[in-house]
C-alpha cells in the first residue's frame, strides 16, 4: 500500500513544528519503499497536489483543543473535521474543505486519510524548540504512527 506519513507544522513558532518534528524522527526509524515521509508547511488547497497518488496518509499536526492538556495526542478521521468545512476566502481554505474539492473534482486522493494531532501549548512564540510536553508527546507520536502503519490497536 502506497503510503504517505506528512508532518505539517511551522518549526519556528515552538509547538507549531510538532507534526514536522514527528515526521523526521519517523525519517529515521522507516525504511520501507512504499512509505513516504514528508514534512511541509503548506496548507488547505495546497495539500491537494501532496496528497494525490496515495492509498493511505498519516497527518501529523499541531491542534488547541477547548480544555485540552499539552502533550495529549488525539487519533482522528476526516469525519472529524467535517464540522469545519469553510472558505472565508479563497486564501482560507482548510483541510476538510481541500479534501472534498479534489474529491469532486475527481483528484486520486487516498481512500484512507488518519490524522495525529498533538495539542499544543505555545503556537505563537517565535522559537525553534517545542515546550517540554511537546518534547515528550513526539517519541509517544511516533510509536503510535508506526503502530498505525503495522496495523495495530493503539495501547
Given amino acids: ?10 518549526t519556528i513558532l515552538s509547538d507549531d513544528g510538532v507534526g514536522i518534528r514527528v515526521a523526521e524522527e519517523l525519517q529515521t ?23 494525490v497518488g496515495y492509498d493511505k ?17 488525539y487519533q482522528l478521521t476526516t469525519d472529524a473535521l467535517q464540522v469545519s468545512r469553510h472558505a472565508a476566502s479563497p486564501h ?10 479534489g474529491k469532486k473534482l475527481g483528484l ?3 481512500r484512507e486519510i488518519v490524522i495525529f494531532a498533538i495539542e499544543v501549548a505555545d503556537v505563537t512564540t517565535f522559537g525553534e524548540e517545542c ?12 510509536e503510535m504512527v508506526i503502530r498505525e502503519l503495522e496495523g495495530k490497536p493503539d495501547a
Fill in 1 to 10: 500500500m502506497k503510503t504517505l506519513i506528512l508532518g505539517l507544522g511551522n
Fill in 92 to 101: 482560507d481554505v482548510n483541510l476538510a474543505t481541500a479534501l472534498e474539492l
Fill in 57 to 73: 496518509v498519516i497527518i501529523v499536526d499541531a491542534i488547541q483543543t477547548v480544555g485540552g492538556k499539552a502533550g495529549d495526542i
Fill in 108 to 110: 486520486a486522493l487516498p
Fill in 131 to 142: 515546550t517540554p510536553e511537546l518534547k515528550r508527546a513526539i517519541p509517544v507520536c511516533v
Fill in 29 to 51: 526509524r522507516l525504511t520501507e519503499p512504499e512509505i513516504t515521509v514528508l514534512e511541509t508547511s503548506l496548507s488547505g488547497l495546497s495539500l491537494l497536489d501532496i496528497l
